[in-house]
């Protein structure tokens, strides 16, 4: 991870997405990326039981804890760093968790559309 500032999909600093449970590639709080993050986990989303589900039912079971690896499980309304891919893949199967777009790293603009994005955002008025 670099030094400089992460910028959110607006191209304003970053905001915290979630540090109970500590969500992000880093472990940060926030959904943040680099190099290492070939998962670009940078949609901060609010879980749901459907997206729980769907996320299971394609091999990646969000909700079962693995303290191993420091991982609480996730529970609906619980915040996350989600990959814009998965996040990609929910949308299309009308699955997609509603999303924070002051915490939505910038480069998920270069994986998923901007009005996509907005049309299921919770922090716009």
């Known amino acids: 991870m670099s030094d400089a500032p992460q910028k959110n999909v607006f191209g304003e600093p970053i905001e915290t997405c979630s540090t109970r449970p500590m969500t992000g590639f880093y472990r940060s709080g926030c959904c943040e990326t680099g190099p290492e993050d070939v998962g670009v986990h940078t949609v901060c989303v609010e879980m749901t039981e459907e997206f729980l589900l769907f996320s299971r039912s394609r091999g ?20 996350w760093c989600l990959c814009a891919a998965r996040w990609q893949e929910a949308l299309e199967a009308g699955m997609a968790p509603r999303v924070i777009l002051a915490a939505t790293h910038e480069a998920t603009l270069e994986i998923v559309a901007f009005e996509d994005l907005k049309r299921l955002a919770i922090d716009l008025v």
């Open 60 to 79: 990646n079971d969000l909700s079962t804890p693995l303290p191993e690896f420091g991982f609480p499980g996730l529970e609906p309304g619980d915040r």
